[in-house]
């Protein structure tokens, strides 16, 4: 197993266009987490699933975004009508039975 | 982060000893992890603690006391590649997701 994979690296859009991300988690974990991280900040929590069920969202994540992890393998994250501020590296990360959280190495997306 | 407080940047010397300090709400708490993140890249695991006192991972160690909030990673004989973003992170009840601090960006100079 490779680890938690993240598709793209980077994304440009132009403000109003809409963006999709992938994560692939390590393949027997069952639990999945979107963060955001902005330039000197920490990951902020967006989202998480057990399986294929959506837990929790944060209050961060507006009507614009989306997600899903519909056969509880990867996920998806959609955000609708960019923003500027949407501007930020997007992580995923996965765990298991165990307590560590395997992160991706992110999506950064640049919105012009 | 919620709660979590960590300085915002710290310069040490090459070959040195650091300790990086992290304070966290201490109410449904249920352990503590640092991470250590490079410029660009993602965060990775470095410790996680649960109950009080020091576990020690070669030149790493990270210290938690639960009744004070507060737990400090401890850098030893410092190399340059230990230059990064030291994130600590307060894991709340049940599978309730991590809740990381700003991050403390170490420079290590020569």
């Known amino acids: 197993d490779t680890g938690v994979s993240q598709d793209p690296r980077h994304k440009i859009t132009k403000r109003g266009q809409n963006v999709t991300f992938r994560c692939d988690p390590i393949?027997?974990?069952?639990?999945l987490y979107w963060y955001r991280q902005t330039l000197g900040q920490g990951p902020e929590f967006l989202t998480y699933?057990?399986?294929?069920?959506?837990?929790?969202k944060s209050r961060l994540l507006s009507d614009r975004f989306s997600a899903e992890r519909p056969k509880g393998s990867f996920s998806t994250l959609e955000i609708q009508r960019t923003e500027q501020g949407d501007s930020a590296m997007y992580l995923c990360?996965?765990?298991?039975?165990?307590?560590?959280?395997?992160f991706g190495s992110g999506t950064r997306l640049t919105v012009v | 982060g919620q709660n979590i407080d960590q300085p915002t940047e710290m310069t040490a010397t090459e070959g040195a000893i650091v300790q990086i300090n992290c304070t966290y709400q201490?109410?449904?708490?249920?352990?503590l992890f640092w991470y250590q993140q490079h410029a660009g890249e993602a965060p990775t695991f470095l410790s996680y603690?649960?109950?009080?006192g020091l576990e020690e991972k070669g030149r790493f160690s990270s210290f938690l006391s639960r009744s004070k909030g507060y737990s400090y990673l401890l850098l030893k004989e410092l190399q340059m590649k230990d230059s990064a973003s030291y994130l600590c992170a307060r894991q709340g009840p049940g599978n309730t997701p991590l809740v990381f601090g700003k991050g403390t960006r170490l420079s290590v100079i020569a």
């Open positions: 990360a996965s765990t298991g039975s165990g307590y560590g959280y395997t």
């Open positions: 603690n649960v109950l009080d």
């Open positions: 393949s027997e974990h069952n639990r």
């Open positions: 699933f057990q399986n294929e069920a959506q837990l929790e």
């Open positions: 201490t109410s449904g708490f249920n352990g």
